[in-house]
Structures are given as structure tokens and as C-alpha cells.
């Protein structure tokens, strides 16, 4: 257990680096390098807590496809798409995660698609011909991702890592939907042009943190993992 605890504190603080090289250094390191480094080793922190529960594989599976849409993400302007669909995978595994001990499980289903069926439509209505894939993609991560916040407070209140590190998620989706928002826009708005102008990109201020804080929920959601850690170290 003390071995884990130390690559904890070690993960914690290289990601505590990262976190102010990308902020007030940036100009000095690329973002992209900086951002993906940060991914890799929530995953590697991941696969150091092993544990033989249903909540670990899930968790473990979710970084894995975080780092797999990220490098599509980052690194392939072409390919978004396939990103994107990686970051819809790992919402429905953070919803798998919540839905398993939910007692709520028809009405975590039910939510999830009248909501998407809804809002589908009103983005129809209100793009029309500038609805694209990646729109629609975008419509689904965003709904499953605001169900699986308010569904995993319910369960298990804030006083825990997992839903902090959702709810910082969603603020990153909130900023890249408002950045996004200026290639929908006929005119130029002041607020993007203040945004653009910043040193650092803000959507990474929020998205870095919540894969800190959702990496490290492993410890706190699943207590029976966290148990087992212990009692083998013990042994």
C-alpha cells in the first residue's frame, strides 16, 4: 500500500508541473505534448492500482479510451472524429460505472434517450444544414456527460473525487462548445476574439484537472478496491 500511495504523490505532483509549465510556460513547451503527457500518465497511475473489481476494469478501460481519443484528438486533424467517438465510449463507461450499484437504472436509461432524441431535434431544427456528424456526436457526449453528473451526485453526493472530476469535465465542454460556437457565427463576437488572445487555451485549464481528479476516484468511489489494495500490500 505505502508503494501506491507513493506513486500517488509522485503522479500528483509531476501533474502539478505539468499543469503550471502549460499555464505560464506554454510558450516555452508545446500544449499538445504537454496535455497527452498528462493523459499517458493517469493511464500508467491506472494500471499501477491494479485490482481485480468490476469498477477498476471500467475505470482502467475508461483512461485507456481517453488516451486513444486524445491521440486522435491531438495529433490527427483528420480524424476527430474517431477522437470524438472514443470520448462518447468513455461517457457510457462512466455511465456503466454509475449504472452497476444505481437505483435508479430505468430512469438513468429512460433519461439518456428521450434527452438525446429532444435535443437532436432541436439542433435540427436550429442548424439545419450546417448539422454535421461531429455536431451530432458532440450533442450525444454532452448529454450522457451532464446525466452521468447529475445521476452520480444523486448516488453518491459531491463529498467525492468522481463527480468533482465530471463536473470540471463539463466545464471543458462548455468552454470548446463556446469556442466552437465562432465557426457557426456569420460575424466575429468580441468575447472569442478576448478568448483567442489568451496565452494558454483555456478548455485545457478544466481538462487536465478532471483527468487528475477522475484517475484518482478509483481510490474513493470503489472502497472495497481500495481495501483490497491494502489487505494485499498488508499480506
Known amino acids: 500500500m505505502k508503494n501506491k500511495q507513493i506513486s500517488l504523490i509522485f503522479f500528483l505532483v509531476i501533474q502539478l508541473y505539468i499543469y503550471v509549465m502549460l499555464i505560464c510556460f506554454n510558450n516555452l513547451f508545446s500544449e499538445k505534448i504537454l496535455e497527452y503527457l498528462s493523459v499517458c500518465l493517469c493511464f500508467i497511475l491506472g494500471i499501477s492500482l491494479f485490482c481485480k473489481t468490476k469498477d477498476y476494469f471500467i475505470m482502467l478501460t475508461a483512461l485507456l479510451f481517453t488516451l486513444i481519443g486524445d491521440t486522435f484528438m491531438i495529433f490527427f486533424d483528420n480524424l476527430h472524429i474517431v477522437g470524438l467517438i472514443c470520448l462518447n465510449i468513455v461517457e457510457i463507461l462512466y455511465f456503466l460505472r454509475i449504472y452497476l450499484d444505481s437505483e435508479y437504472k430505468k430512469l438513468n436509461i429512460l433519461s439518456r434517450v428521450i434527452s438525446v432524441v429532444l435535443v437532436s431535434a432541436v439542433a435540427v431544427l436550429l442548424l439545419k444544414d450546417r448539422l454535421d456528424i461531429m455536431a451530432i456526436l458532440w450533442i450525444i457526449f454532452f448529454i450522457n456527460l451532464f446525466l452521468n453528473i447529475l445521476f452520480t451526485i444523486k448516488e453518491i453526493g459531491l463529498n467525492n473525487f468522481f463527480p468533482i ?18 465557426d457557426y457565427l456569420t460575424s466575429s463576437v468580441h468575447a472569442f476574439e478576448v478568448l483567442n488572445e489568451l496565452p494558454f487555451s483555456l478548455e485545457w485549464v478544466f481538462y487536465l484537472p478532471a483527468q487528475v481528479v477522475l484517475t484518482c476516484s478509483i481510490f474513493t468511489v470503489n472502497r472495497r478496491c481500495y481495501s483490497k489494495i491494502k489487505n494485499e500490500s498488508n499480506d
Open 165 to 182: 472530476g465530471l463536473l470540471l469535465l463539463f466545464v471543458y465542454s462548455i468552454c470548446l462548445l463556446f469556442l466552437s460556437l465562432n
